[in-house]
Structure formats: C-alpha cells, structure tokens
C-alpha cells in the first residue's frame, strides 16, 4: 500500500495525477458504488446524467485537491493569494475573545484552510484528525497537515487535548463533522434526509465551555481557491443540543448543494440511516 501511494504522491507532484481521473473513476469499482448510492440518496430529483457528471467532477476535482495540498507544502506563500469570503465573521470569532471552534466537512480542499487562518490572521490552530492505519503514508499526512502553529490532535481520547487546546494554549480548534458517526452518542437530524446520525461534540463542547462556532470551507470557486466563512453562533440558554446540531448539518448541506461536486461522496455516510 504505501509504495503505491508513494507512486500516486509522485504523480501528485508532477501535476498528471488529476489527468488520470478518468482511468480511477472507471476501475473504481468500490467506491464508485458508494458515491452514487449517496447522491441517490441526496439528490433524488436530479436526472442520472447530472449525478454522473458530479461523480465524474468529484474524481477530477479530488485528485486535483491531492496535488494542490502538496503544491501548498511545497510553495507556502500561494496561500496568501487565496481570498476570503466572509472576512467579518472570523475577524467577529477573533474579538470575542472566547474560545473558537472551526466546523467544517470533507469539502473542498479540507486540508488548507488551518494554513491560510494561521498566516492571515496569526492564530495557532489545532485539528482533530483520524490517524491512518499504515504508519509511513500516517507519517505523510502528518507533515502536510501540521507544524508548530497547527497542532494534530488524534480523535480517540482526545478530549484533554481539545479542552487544553482551546483554553490554555487559545488556539482555534478545527473539527470535520460530516461523516457517519456511533450511533450511540449521536444526534439525529435531517441531513437532506430525516434520522441522519451527526456528530454532536462541537454542540455539546460549545456548551460546556462557552465557545463561539464558526463554520468555514476551503473551496475552488471559477477555478481559484477561496475560503468561505459563516456567521458564528454561540449555545444559549434557549439552545438545545440537537438544535445546535441541527444547524451546523444545514450549513453544511447548503454548502453542498451549492457545489455537489466539491463533496467527498466515497464515504457511506448513510449506511446507519433507515431510508
């Protein structure tokens, strides 16, 4: 496995990887299965030919994203040329002065958004983070993704970490909700579908430590990179962790729908769903 990746990272480097998409996307017998089962699943009216195009799209576009992170790690000073949408909503997070979580989905190019936040604005991060099972291509990621200024955090036992993150070290803590999660410890909420399981720490941590939720995705839009930010909400009184929740699956669903495309598809995000 890693000697294959270490051909894919190669081919990333060299900028052919994303002109390849055509050849993985139809041997991907796998995940292809996958990525249309969930754009049935959300986009029920759309005709088979669209939701073609936007698996087609979501190849192409995420192979893209591959060799750009590693062009970003390579030329750092490229992402002060990425604009920003909604500037006032993390200049409003940043004078609160209170802690600040950044939601966010596997959408887009994930990975630079930490980045272009430390450099623009001079506000450490930290990011929670799936580690992947074999160690070298773990090792990779680990240097594409942190450094001193963005801290990795591992998503099993973290909770010290976070909570030490976010209070004593003031950093901005960067989570992805969006995927399949226990179903056990999740809120159900409607997903583009009724009963989708969702993540409810950043509700429940909101809560607890009186934090300001921003959401925020790093996206290519008419061909450049942009991050687009949301207002910040806080959990009041009047909030319930559902509701909480509830909001952040809308934001994000509206980011989707707005560019179905840019979504990582390839996960069965509703496969603990009754549909």
Not at 72 to 90: A, C, N, R, S
Not at 114 to 129: E, G, L, S, T
Not at 164 to 187: F, H, M, P, Y
Request: aromatic share 14%; charged share 30%; hydrophobic share 40%.
């Amino acid at each position: 496995m890693y000697y294959l990746f270490r051909i894919f990272y190669a081919m990333a480097s060299l900028k052919i990887l994303s002109k390849l998409w055509p050849l993985v996307y139809y041997l991907d017998f796998f995940r292809k299965k996958i990525v249309f089962k969930n754009l049935n699943i959300a986009f029920p009216e759309k005709p088979k030919k669209e939701k073609v195009k936007i698996a087609k799209n979501t190849y192409k576009n995420f192979l893209t994203f591959f060799e750009d992170t590693i062009d970003f790690k390579k030329h750092p000073e490229k992402l002060d040329e990425i604009d920003v949408i909604g500037e006032e909503y993390i200049l409003k997070a940043l004078n609160s002065d209170r802690p600040i979580i950044l939601v966010t989905a596997h959408f887009g190019n994930w990975e630079i958004a930490p980045k272009v936040i430390y450099r623009r604005y001079k506000k450490p991060m930290a990011v929670i983070m799936r580690e992947i099972e074999n160690p070298k291509i773990n090792k990779f990621f680990k240097k594409i993704r942190g450094d001193e200024n963005i801290k990795l955090i591992n998503k099993k036992g973290s909770s010290r970490e976070i909570v030490k993150s976010l209070l004593r070290e003031k950093r901005i803590l960067g989570i992805l909700i969006d995927q399949n999660t226990n179903s056990s410890t999740a809120v159900k909420v409607n997903f583009f579908i009724p009963d989708t399981p969702f993540n409810p720490a950043v509700s429940k941590l909101a809560k607890s430590i009186n934090a300001v939720v921003i959401p925020g995705f790093s996206y290519k839009k008419d061909g450049k990179y942009v991050i687009e930010f949301k207002d910040i909400r806080e959990f009041t009184k009047n909030d319930t962790v559902e509701g909480f929740t509830q909001w952040q699956a809308d934001v994000i669903e509206d980011m989707i729908k707005k560019h179905p495309d840019q979504y990582y598809w390839f996960h069965n995000r509703w496969k603990r769903t009754k549909k």
